[in-house]
């Protein structure tokens, strides 16, 4: 066991400004972790993570490594894809990457899948969190009071989570959990400083710049 003294202050105990300053820092460690080291930190909560005294630098420290998970190389390269993929909404080229990271099977019914994805994800690419991810979808399903729905209400939106359930088996890798825990946090961070922040989007100039300095296709 090493430990290490580090000065500054607990992010729980930033104002909103403040942790809206760090959202770029805080996103380019754990997008550096997740995606170009393959180790990362699995308990990034407000209390995990530390404004260093140093400002000058605008450095975050994280502490309690006690959680963490190991991605393989080919997985972080899907996983850059599955965001290019998801930030353009080409929903089927994000099903083979669902395919590649054995989160859907190869003979996944594709009609089924592609149309889902389309309503599942398009309303979190915007942003804003869960609070405006129900918007969307109850305006998505006509329980806004509107017509927006192309076939609203309760019946539509049953219909679709069954087809979930009993016509799409998809498994949850072991590592994914984790992951799914670590974004889930630091975005809850992140619109904590910014309402309308936009994890999707935000991450693709990250991605983007990896794949231009790898000269990937």
């Known amino acids: 066991l090493v430990s290490e003294w580090v000065d500054g202050v607990k992010l729980s105990e930033l104002d909103a400004a403040e942790l809206r300053d760090l959202i770029p820092i805080a996103q380019e460690v754990f997008l550096t972790q997740l995606l170009q080291v393959g180790f990362f930190h699995s308990d990034p909560h407000p209390g ?7 400002t000058s630098k605008g450095r975050i420290a994280l ?66 969190g869960a609070k405006k991810y129900e918007e969307e979808l109850r305006r998505q399903y006509g329980f806004d009071g509107t017509s927006a729905g ?45 309402p309308d922040y936009k994890i999707v989007m935000e991450a693709y100039p990250f991605v983007a710049r990896k794949l231009l300095a790898e000269d990937r296709p």
């Open 150 to 194: 192309s076939r609203g209400g309760f019946q539509a939106m049953t219909n679709d989570m069954l087809t979930v359930l009993n016509d799409i088996p998809f498994s949850i890798p072991p590592y994914f959990a984790l992951l799914a825990r670590a974004v889930v946090t630091l975005e809850g961070i992140a619109l904590t400083g910014d």
């Open 48 to 54: 995990n993570l530390l404004k260093m005294s140093d």
């Open 63 to 128: 502490l309690d490594f006690g959680l963490m998970a190991t991605l393989k190389q080919e997985d972080m390269d899907t996983m850059v894809s599955s965001i290019i993929h998801l930030a353009n909404k080409d929903y089927p080229a994000l099903v083979d990457d669902f395919i590649s990271l054995e989160i859907l099977p190869q003979d996944c019914d594709r009609s089924k899948v592609v149309p889902l994805m389309d309503k599942a994800l398009s309303p979190y690419i915007k942003g804003g």
